[in-house]
């Protein structure tokens, strides 16, 4: 994952794309969830009003 044009982490994807890292590379909430069906990864936004990150 890049962040600021570095490396922010580097690793198999349950590492990576973790809540905490997505959360503060894009500034915005969110939630990384298993997708029902194949069991990737769903990302969603956090709705309501904006956090401070």
Not at 34 to 45: D, K, N, R, V, W
Request: aromatic share 2%; glycine share 14%; charged share 20%.
């Amino acid at each position: 994952m890049l962040a600021g044009g570095r490396v922010l982490a580097d690793g198999p994807v349950e590492t990576v794309l973790t809540a905490e890292l997505l959360t503060a590379v894009y500034r915005h909430p969110v939630e990384v969830l298993g997708h029902p069906e194949h069991g990737g990864a769903l990302i969603l936004p956090v709705r309501g009003p904006r956090r401070a990150v």
